[in-house]
């Protein structure tokens, strides 16, 4: 990566220059020596170099002169570092520093070890690790089977989030086979795929939902599930089921289906894969998959429950000053336009033809960074827009200023996976990526010097942040004890918001919706709390007494909060009850009813569950009662 930094040195005495310039060439840099400002001129005149380092003393024209002509042809489009051994003063020093811009001034003799470091720290920004190839994908129209396979060979990790990634861009290559992911801790998990559809899922977990989906579906009742359980049989349930005609054989495609769907969205996980992709030659078609366009629905699903503003805006830092192009697949946007994520999508396509980069996108957008990224994150994903090949050479200060605000926010609460925007089961190659890929864009040395003082002082906050957080983790040792100085103080916040959940459940059961709702807000914002707070958040929030004024405000504070629970988590019963109570709060009686049922079903101790659905059956009645007699009055009118 060293060999594209340039470096020319400009030093009378030859064997010092010789010196130098070996000592950078053996770290693998391209380095050029002159021994006098004209030939230095007309070297610097026809190349492109990211650092200088100059004597001040040399024959003819000195070095200060020759590097403010230097900086008239390439202005702050290279660094400059001063040597002098004759002029040793401090206030020489300084002026020389204010007249070229330079980043440093050595007197020598100095310390080879000390100049190297502080020159590498100088060029470290423009050190640009290349992205692995699976992410690199996100700028190719289509990608073919060659390409895909190449990716995940020299990738070799990933984090639990990208998996959404792979897993759609598997699906887009259309190919056939099976992917392999291990865990830290050996768990194996494995997707198939056929021509692009996904055909089977393993897990670790092998707790089966057939059941309960059975019922969800309307395809049979939970009496007839238990009965066909309790039989000395050991068929599987759904062909008891069917040997007994409760349902058809095309329900357990559905379900198994719907299953598989629940085993792919499992593996989603905060977690650290490594895997590995075994192509079939001549799959065989499977009975039932996950097409393409169910892939999408649940990419959407996924977007919206499994990540957050700050996974996002890390996950597109690095892509900031590409443009963002439409591909030619506008029929997909047509098959899609009406998934939920997509609601926004008209205004964004309307900038994207624009020809823009993505922060421009971002400052254009009416929406939060939250929405315009899961927005450009599905798109992508469905190979719907495209980066473009390289990064745009003109940079917006306040574009730059927005995302840094971005990054700043809430830095100082973050632990230091969080800052790289990693989990804590992250490999070495994980947070070096994270790490290279956060560098690249926000390192100071990437600051043109007419910055203003306050994008200075963010971009040095920033950095400090991200900079210590990779100097702490990069290293096993110091990553692991920093690891058990974490898990202390989860394990503090997770006792503590185990104790608030209880104390909310117990309000709950006495009808004190409104303080277990407080109880709720304060264990969601932890970052130790159960998956299933979103829940209960809802539930209270739907239970507490609602002034007719915030009711539009509260059911979409409860969308967006059952939105937030992953596919795997919406088959217990308490979900089906806060569901139910948000179709209730709306006015949606016949659909409230129905997912009291399925909670009762599900579980017959949940009381509330019970009181719920006669409540909502009571007024779905009325509302039926309603309709009646407004149709008899229309068609009295009528005649």
């Not at 459940?505 to 303080?515: D, F, M, N, Q, V």
């Not at 709306?586 to 009181?611: C, M, W």
Request: charged share 30%; with cysteine.
């Amino acid at each position: 990566k060293n060999s594209g930094i340039k470096i020319l040195f400009v030093e009378d005495d030859r064997t010092a220059g010789k010196a130098l310039a070996e000592a950078f060439s053996r770290a693998g840099f391209d380095t050029k020596v002159c021994h006098n400002a004209t030939n230095a001129k007309r070297v610097f005149q026809t190349e492109d170099f990211h650092l200088v380092i100059a004597d001040c003393m040399l024959p003819g024209e000195n070095g200060v002169v020759m590097s403010e002509s230097f900086r008239e042809i390439a202005g702050d489009n290279f660094e400059l570092v001063l040597t002098s051994g004759v002029f040793k003063a401090s206030s020489f020093a300084r002026d020389s520093i204010a007249r070229t811009g330079a980043k440093h001034f050595f007197n020598k003799p100095f310390d080879l070890n000390e100049f190297l470091e502080a020159c590498l720290e100088l060029i470290s920004g423009n050190l640009e690790e290349e992205n692995d190839p699976l992410f690199e994908l996100v700028s190719e129209e289509a990608i073919g089977s060659e390409s895909m396979q190449n990716a995940i060979e020299n990738t070799g990790t990933i984090q639990g989030s990208d998996l959404i990634l792979l897993y759609n861009f598997l699906s887009c290559s259309e190919l056939s086979g099976r992917l392999q992911l291990v865990t830290n801790t050996g768990v194996q998990s494995s997707v198939d795929f056929y021509n692009g559809s996904i055909s089977n899922v393993k897990v670790a977990d092998k707790k089966s939902y057939f059941g309960i989906l059975l019922i969800e579906n309307g395809f049979t009742s939970a009496q007839d599930v238990q009965e066909h359980l309790a039989q000395d049989n050991d068929k599987p349930i759904g062909l008891r089921l069917v040997e007994s005609h409760t349902i058809s054989p095309h329900a357990i495609q559905v379900v198994l289906k719907q299953q598989m769907s629940i085993r792919l969205s499992k593996t989603i996980q905060e977690e650290s894969y490594e895997f590995t992709f075994e192509k079939h030659e001549t799959p065989i078609r499977p009975l039932h998959m996950i097409e393409p366009s169910e892939l999408a629905m649940l990419t959407n699903d996924w977007i919206d429950s499994k990540l957050n503003r700050d996974s996002l805006l890390r996950f597109y830092i690095p892509w900031m000053e590409y443009k963002v192009l439409l591909n030619d697949n506008k029929n997909r946007f047509e098959q899609l336009k009406d998934l939920p994520i997509l609601r926004v999508a008209p205004q964004i396509f309307k900038h994207i033809e624009k020809n823009k980069s993505l922060h421009e996108l971002m400052a254009l957008s009416d929406v939060s960074d939250l929405e315009f990224l899961s927005v450009i994150h599905f798109l992508v994903l469905q190979k719907m827009v495209v980066f473009s090949n390289k990064a745009g050479q003109q940079r917006s200060l306040a574009h730059r200023m927005k995302y840094l605000e971005s990054l700043a926010e809430g830095i100082e609460e973050k632990d230091y996976f969080q800052v790289l925007g990693l989990n804590q089961e992250a490999r070495d190659k994980e947070i070096e990526r994270a790490y290279f890929d956060l560098a690249k864009i926000i390192h100071p040395d990437k600051l043109e010097r007419n910055a203003p003082d306050e994008l200075k002082e963010l971009t040095h906050h920033v950095f400090s942040k991200v900079n210590k957080a990779y100097e702490t983790l990069k290293l096993k040792a110091s990553r692991e004890k920093y690891l058990k100085k974490l898990s202390m103080g989860d394990a503090e916040e997770l006792l503590d918001a185990e104790q608030k959940v209880a104390d909310g459940e117990a309000l709950i059961r006495r009808g004190e919706y409104s303080k277990a709702y407080k109880l709720f807000k304060e264990v969601f914002k932890m970052k130790s709390h159960r998956s299933d707070v979103p829940i209960l958040l809802t539930w209270a929030l739907l239970k507490a007494p609602t002034p007719k004024e915030k009711a539009k405000t509260i059911a979409k504070t409860a969308q967006a909060l059952l939105k937030k629970i992953p596919p795997e988590d919406r088959h217990q019963p308490r979900f089906f009850l806060a569901k139910g109570l948000y179709y209730s709060f709306i006015g949606q009686h016949d659909k409230a009813t129905q997912h009291f049922v399925n909670a009762y079903t599900a579980d017959p101790s949940l009381i509330e569950a019970r009181r719920e659905m006669i409540r909502a059956q009571r007024k779905a009645e009325q509302s039926h009662d309603r309709s009646k007699t407004l149709i008899t009055k229309i068609l009295k009118k009528m005649g």
